[in-house]
């Protein structure tokens, strides 16, 4: 048996609750070694990781790393929450007894980690000393090292942040398995992504990328943080965060909002102001991925990043769509980046839309699994050299305009919400809500277009409320309340909006050239929570005229092109709403409040109609 007491001895790890937990799980997983780890460990865990062939180097300071081509970074439909309530099952949470998935884990994970080191990860979800501390500290228990790298990034990491917690923290154990085999996508799949929510016990069981093995980001940061915090008055969300500064006036405006996963929330919270607007405003970033919000003792709204890093879409990133990110991963940073092109020979990476055309000259390219470019078929030719969902990780602090306050534990007021999905048609450039009401019921039916024709009807959306359906831990009905509940339990309450930067014209070209661009309708909204201008009254939110949206710089396409964006079409809303109520539906108690909204936006679509 493996002394486990020496090694938490060794690191000064002296919470006898973490102890009893780590002794407990290493019996089980059998592992060989345990090692408890510090962000100061990083350095000496890159070595070994690159002398054990885990991660190549891609340049001074950056590392590259593939995940087994048959593995994903998230499992929807092996993804369960667990509880020992069944009045906990909701519509998108894969609800399922506790008592049903704790001896499946425990199976599964037995002797799973034999020959192994257990990785002892001491986190923190939160910067330190925030009125949420007590919700964000876990311990990851993994057997695998690039694991431990990227939750180096992207969480606080260190004894110091469970020493003093006694039992609350939350248990994450993450079990890689045999990843070759285990069936992934097949019936006999043997993967298991569960969080045991009201034990706060996480327990995931076949990956070894993104957060299906990352713990601290999705299954805790997201989970298991919305189950706590609709048991403790705080909203989780997977929100990004900036601020933007008017720098005439000194004023700044903080923005959280979701948008469903690869729909922008990295290019939004890094954006950085166009250049005929960079004078007067300036965009910092705070987070990209996830919102925890509360309401201050002072009524005001506040949220915070609880992430350290950032673990982002490296698909179509460049010098146009987010020269940011380009500089967050620069040599130096200590960035990974996974399932990108690499290069063996340069140690180069690439990925689909870096630059235009992938480089002409193939010697030494190899694709995200690993095979030569050159010795591709003329079959092969169209595949793409990275993985769609191909990521980078790098820390907070290389983010070049990250805010000074982003780890401050105060976290910072919210001014507005916004949410945004990927609509081809219908939805405007902006339409700003200041009922509550509505707000929330413009988030519940926040959806994504379906992409595969498989997943849907043209025009028909995949709803996914606040952008959380993935990561949903307790019934629907239950989370709009939460939500009326705690907005309205603030006495500053902050304005509404729905974005979209993807309406096509008929030809396929976006209407908006989005990115940079994207911050004139945030300005607006800004302008009209302080009475600056007025907008348009419109059946579905309050619109902006096109004299009061900032257009200097904008392309004389694109000015001609509001004419669409800004408008309402009637009759493809109607049609919509009749989506809606069906959608709605399926949530077994919703709030009143809610179908009350829902029927004031329809009635005044049908009134407006027949004027
Ligand atoms: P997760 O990390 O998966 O939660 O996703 P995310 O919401 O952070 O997505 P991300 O920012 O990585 O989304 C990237 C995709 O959206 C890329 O394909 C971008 O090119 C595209 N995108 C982002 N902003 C815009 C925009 O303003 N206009 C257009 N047309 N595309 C955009
Ligand atoms: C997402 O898929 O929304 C992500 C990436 O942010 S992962 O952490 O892998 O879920
Ligand atoms: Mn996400």
């Known amino acids: 048996m493996v002394d486990v007491d020496a090694a938490l001895d060794e690191a000064g790890l002296k ?27 990083d350095a000496r865990l890159i070595e070994e990781s690159l002398a054990a062939g885990e991660l190549w180097p891609a340049g001074e300071g950056l590392y590259y790393s593939r995940s087994y081509f048959k593995d994903t970074a998230r499992s929807e439909e092996r993804t369960i929450v667990a509880t020992s309530d069944e009045a906990d099952k909701g519509t998108y949470n894969n609800w399922r007894p506790a008592s049903e998935m704790k001896p499946k884990l425990v199976e599964l994970m037995t002797g799973a980690s034999a020959g192994k ?77 569960v969080t045991v929510a009201d034990e706060r016990t996480i327990l995931h069981f076949g990956s070894s990328y993104g957060g299906n093995a990352l ?19 705080f909203l989780v969300e997977q929100f990004m965060l900036l601020g933007i500064t008017d720098k005439v006036t000194g004023k700044k405006y903080n923005i959280c909002g979701g948008f469903p996963s690869a729909s922008g929330k990295t290019n939004l919270a890094m954006t950085l102001a166009p250049d005929a607007l960079g004078d007067r405003y300036h965009v910092e970033f705070y987070g990209d991925d996830i919102a ?20 982002g879409v490296a698909k179509d990133t460049n010098e146009g769509t987010n020269p940011t990110a380009l500089d967050s991963i620069l040599p130096g940073s200590g960035a990974i980046f996974t399932n990108v092109a690499y290069n063996s020979k340069t140690q180069e990476v690439w990925w689909e839309g870096r630059t235009k055309n992938p480089p002409a000259d193939v010697d030494g390219w190899e ?28 820390t907070l602090t290389n983010v070049p305009n990250v805010a000074g306050g982003y780890a401050d534990p105060a976290g910072v007021e919210i001014h507005g919400i916004i949410f945004g999905g990927r609509t081809r048609d219908r939805e405007p450039l902006i339409r700003a809500i200041t009922d509550v009401a509505e707000g929330v019921y413009d988030g519940l039916t926040l959806g994504a277009e379906a992409t595969a024709a498989a997943d849907g009807l043209e025009g028909v959306l995949r709803y996914d409320p606040m952008s959380m359906r993935p990561f949903m831990s307790y019934p629907e009905a239950d989370y709009a309340q939460h939500w009326l509940n705690v907005i309205g339990a ?22 908006w050239p989005g990115y940079r661009e994207n911050l004139r309708p945030l300005v607006w909204l800004m302008q009209l929570k302080n009475g600056e201008v007025q907008g348009v ?66 009635d005044a679509l049908e009134a407006s109609a027949t004027e």
């Open 15 to 41: 919470n006898s609750h973490v102890r009893d937990y780590v002794r407990h799980w290493a019996a089980i997983t059998g592992a060989e070694r345990i090692e408890v780890v510090s962000a100061a460990d």
């Open 117 to 193: 080191t257990m990785y002892v990860i001491p986190y923190l979800m939160s910067p330190q000393g925030s009125p949420l501390e007590k919700f964000a500290a876990g311990v990851e228990l993994t057997d695998n090292r690039n694991v431990v790298l990227q939750m180096n990034r992207m969480a606080r990491v260190g004894v110091e942040y469970v020493n003093d917690l006694g039992d609350s923290f939350v248990r994450a154990v993450h079990v890689t398995g045999d990843l070759p085999n285990l069936g992934q996508g097949t019936p006999d799949d043997q993967r298991y992504f």
């Open 215 to 233: 713990l601290g980001k999705i299954a805790h940061g997201l989970r298991q943080g919305a189950y706590d915090g609709w048991k403790n008055n």
């Open 292 to 311: 925890w919000i509360w309401v201050g003792d002072d009524g005001k709204l506040y949220g915070f990043n609880p992430e350290n890093g950032v673990f």
């Open 367 to 394: 694709d995200w699994k690993g095979s030569l470019i050159s010795e591709r078929t003329p079959e092969q030719a169209d595949e793409p050299w990275a993985h769609p969902n191909s990521r980078f990780t790098t």
């Open 490 to 511: 603030a006495t500053v309450k902050p304005i509404f909006a729905h974005v979209n930067w993807f309406q096509r014209g008929d030809d396929g070209r976006f209407l």
């Open 537 to 602: 009254e419109t059946p579905v939110g309050i619109l902006p005229s096109k004299d009061e949206l900032l257009l200097d710089g904008l392309d004389e396409q694109t000015l001609a092109d509001l004419d669409t964006v800004l408008t309402i079409d009637n009759a493809r809303w109607q049609q919509e709403i009749g989506y809606r109520e069906k959608h709605l539906a399926q949530f077994d108690g919703l709030p009143e409040e809610i179908w009350v909204a829902h029927r004031r936006v329809a």
